[in-house]
């Protein structure tokens, strides 16, 4: 049976709320029954036509639906919550409160204050509750996640992470580009620019993979762009317990970089290496071996798939696989089962760990990049 | 306005229905509303309570589907046929006499005569016609047909495919590997082995890339496996109309290949390489300057996409493609709309000559690897 | 002790003298001390004071240097071969007449009476034949070579060779590119062009890695370069004793291709990928394992070498071998030493190879692309 | 004419000897004539009998062979040092002091203030000085100084620098290797490990391609091999003049990392990528343009090159570049012509900058990993 999906914003114009509803049709487990796809009544109503959403269950407001949907013995079974970053934590109340699991975009939130905030309510209320850290999706990585995991490359030692785009090179938000407004404007992105936008990214997979706790960085960021004021490049130490290290280098000036993601662990016992640009391999080297690549759908490697080997998955499965995942836990929440105790896609806390990477990389670097205990 | 979709074969335990049912969802134009999902009535019933199909739709057999959804006035727009190869005709002939569009997996038959037949068929009815070889949705293919088609490479002196899969080095089918042993017994799949099942769709991309035509061929065919009859491996050399020629190795034993796909295209001024190991780059190297790499969502491209660059797209989303301008087609007829004349998704005739192409392989290898004209 | 060396061939303006003279001096072996640098006295003479030759020792003809060299004490231990193709044969005569070892650069002979009698003049001789197919010399090819031996990929099924350049694709012999004029005119090549220059490389990595032998070949010769005689891509089928099969596209007119190398052998426990591209790189994938990536000096690898892994050597570093195992072989010579039975460097038995490969080519192209037995 | 090398250091057993020494046959402009091989006196004359060398030329120590070697009307012409790192400082003292031209092994020195010496007695003396920092030799390396010089990819933003090794991932230096043994020692190599044997090369790379000078860096350096006191592992941030930042990750207990030497550079115009495992291409992306690769040979590059495009040069043409460039130095200087004041390859000045990046490393990691200025 399918689950009844529900989204407040991805209206006309906007586009991760485009990929959240492909990625939750990819395996057919959610329908998309209702929405306040905008603030602009006209323009969510149009939205929910173009969408084949009924009149009575588009929204004006997210409040509106979420006390509307609960009421309902045909309510909506999770919301997608696709707006802006600063929405995030509001709607996301407001649909704990009124008992539907939440879905969410990343950045969790706004601050740290209203990140924990939400780890408090999710904890209160035991509502499910899945943050889109897309990359975790990807098979190669949880297949590295799990390599760690079962000490194949015995302790970690460093962690490296690269995430470069180019799309900021140029002060394109000068000529209207919308994408690039909203995320070089502190009032509308906060006090993070490239570091909260794709840093965060780094910093979950880096944590994902090898399940490090980190207890300190420091962060070097840069405003390159002309007249810019957030920063669009972003260096980083990190130190975890233990005693492993990591850096993080994220740009969103770097000609060439599309979406360039890449990971290294380095363990006592082996090495990982991963990276975006062919998501379906990951090169496993056990001390004293020869390197091997590891792929998806291929010898040796346990992690599921949809595809045979060669024939390429991508970002969009990644993301399908977090949208199936919500499905089991939110089958299970309704069937009041107990998860299977292996919850591997991300959560409320991750998404707090994200905010207290960011402001400790804001604060880091308005100290000169100094150490900050995290 | 979600178009309505049938299906014949993809019941429980099948493969490729599934990977047809994900691209008819990823972008929303089509419902699944009713199926013949197997030739056993119980597992066909099971299929359908599994994929939510109302028990009135769901059929024993293709026959009586037909029929009954022609009679429906919200009978579905068209029909997808996953059954085994030597379906696919009668299957697809039964739905065009009953007036429904079709979308079949290829191959379009298993004889060039059913071929031929087909091609009247859809020629006498006008209905909308989509053969689904997947590897035509890849955007960086459109990309090069597109580029080769504006002259950017010159005229095409040679081309060259390499298909290359390992899943039948060792023999397979004889320890009960289901989809080794149909492909594997000449009774199921008709004369042709790797040829026909891979060696036609590295056929498909070297003349939907460029455009030629071919004239003849010469194919040296081998069954390695160890008491194989069909060949396993196959080795093809082209001659196009206008002096152009081509070579194609297909092969099922080569250890390390998953389904490796790889396309070279040499022209007067200019060349091409796109390999599906990462499907989102296309190098075009134009003589004497070096060579670019072209990215699906990057500069200088434009052709459609869902994602930005560096995000990947794969099979899914190629296949996806066929399902969403399936949509195009069938809209378009069902609203007796002109065609825009831009038909680039395979279609009947080129199944006809993916069924030459396997007619005269076979003919050229038992000839011992002679010439035949195509 | 170094060895003394003479040169025939490689005076100023030349190309491939310079690239033997390199080589041979890489690892020490050799001194150059004597040479009939070119036909021309002037540019002769010229040529020997440039590379510190003393003058006596400077000669105006090969069979004047062959006959003093023979004569001298301190004469030449052998003779390099750097002269255009057709004088080769008369050149290895005349040295292995006078006693003296030689170094040949491909190919042997340009006919295969020519090669014949070579061989033959060898095999009465006994003197030290080396024919420098310099792909030979990449570690990581003759690691392919000896794992294929140690039967680490069982039976080899099938070997592919690619060899793909650019810089015939325009006309560039009729702007008066020298390289360009010789290869593209039959009077000073012989009856192959593409098949000949490149095409015999190609076959040669494919006999040498697998240790086939081939019995019939097929080849599709054409002549894409405006007013062109000599074939400029050259599409091959190969054919060997027990079964297995071949293919080679060799070409000249390949955009973006810069020697272009690259070679597949499949075995029924294995395969293996090797391009030149990263010479210092050979994949190795025994069925039902992942594949691995074995490195020149790395683990795994027995191969000699003379750098840690990642320190890239290249082609310099494998002709360099060809010349330390020259080395060797005439040391062992001179001390009327047995070789020690593992002759892996190229002689002039691979040289008739080649003659006979270049002729079957150009029979084959003749009948229309036909078979030829070998 | 070619000019006599003189060598200290590089006997029996030595490693970085005999990279020297092809590197100085590579391209005949050297011959080895004299030597202080050793400074136990009968692995020095055994080694020089190894080496051609007259025994009157073997000498027991580099202050006698300096004395000898400048009195002699035919002495060397240069003295290549490839010595222990303690003893770069004080045998090209005693070279400079006799009046004789140095090439060095990098690191320049033991200390900040050696290396200050000797930039001071380099510039009193006004005798040539060549610091072999090998990756400076490569073509493409200099393609990218040569374009960012040319503003081909506008001001500098960010500079990003890997170098992974992992022969010292388990502690092979209490196994008795020698290679480890001395470089984890503190005594033998100084305040530095890692940083200083492999973080300077890299250190060299970034400024010498960007032309950027350095004026703050921070190091969080670790040991993670058990006992080691020495770090192992470098992580390092970088700020330059006019405000470029730039990050080195070195690491030698990186599995499945061989010489990983990895570079890219972020412009305001452009962007720059080059990966020593395969050294021959380059990427460059103009904004708003498509990557290009641009390979050594090939089209739109300058940089001279030994052989066409596609027959890979790797780390020994490198290296011969440097000794092909001291030696028309050396001859200039002999000649007393003035330089063409297009000095590229390294010196003492770079190998003083080399030693304030390991002296500054070293403190900001005794601070916590704090900013030092430069």
């Not at 409160?97 to 950045?107: F, H, L």
Request: with cysteine; charged share 20%; glycine share 12%.
């Amino acid at each position: 049976m399918r689950l009844k999906l529900g989204m407040v914003g991805g209206g006309k114009g906007a586009f991760i709320g485009g990929v959240h509803r492909i990625a939750a049709r990819l395996d057919g487990h959610w329908d998309l029954v209702a929405g306040a796809f905008s603030s602009d009544p006209e323009r969510a109503a149009q939205s929910a036509v173009d969408l084949g959403i009924a009149a009575e269950r588009s929204y004006d407001s997210f409040a509106a639906m979420a006390k509307a949907e609960a009421a309902r013995p045909d309510g909506i079974d999770a919301v997608a919550i696709v707006t802006p970053n600063h929405l995030h934590a509001p709607v996301a109340t407001a649909f704990l409160r009124a008992g539907i699991p939440v879905i969410c975009d990343k950045p969790l939130a706004s601050t740290v204050e209203d990140a924990e905030a939400l780890v408090r309510l999710v904890t209160e209320t035991g509502l499910p509750f899945i943050l889109t850290q897309t990359y975790t999706g990807y098979p190669m990585v949880r297949e590295a996640r799990a390599l760690v995991a079962a000490d194949r490359i015995g302790r970690v030692r460093h962690v490296q992470v690269e995430y470069l785009q180019d799309w900021l090179a140029e002060p394109v938000e000068r000529g209207g580009q919308k994408q690039a407004a909203w995320r070089t404007d502190p009032a509308q992105s906060g006090v993070g620019g490239c570091i909260a936008d794709i840093g965060t990214h780094a910093f979950n997979l880096a944590t994902f993979v090898t399940g490090l706790v980190p207890h300190a960085l420091l962060a070097d960021l840069t405003a390159f762009g002309s007249g810019r004021v957030l920063d669009d490049n972003a260096a980083v130490l990190l130190r975890f317990e233990g005693g492993a290290k990591g850096m993080i280098w994220a740009s969103q000036v770097a000609p060439g970089a599309k979406n360039g993601l890449r990971l290294r662990v380095v363990g006592e016992a082996g090495g990982l290496l991963w990276d975006q640009k062919h998501p379906d391999e990951l090169e496993l080297t056990p001390i004293g071996q020869p390197t091997r690549i590891l792929r998806r759908g291929g010898e040796g490697v346990e992690t599921p798939y949809r595809l045979p080997a060669g024939h390429p998955e991508g970002y969009l499965e990644a993301f399908g696989t977090l949208y199936a995942e919500a499905a089991g836990i939110v089958r299970r929440f309704r069937e009041k089962a107990d998860s299977d105790g292996k919850m591997v896609v991300p959560t409320v806390s991750d998404g707090l760990a994200g905010m207290h990477f960011i402001a400790a990389g804001v604060k880091s670097h308005e100290g000169g990049a100094v150490w900050i205990r995290l």
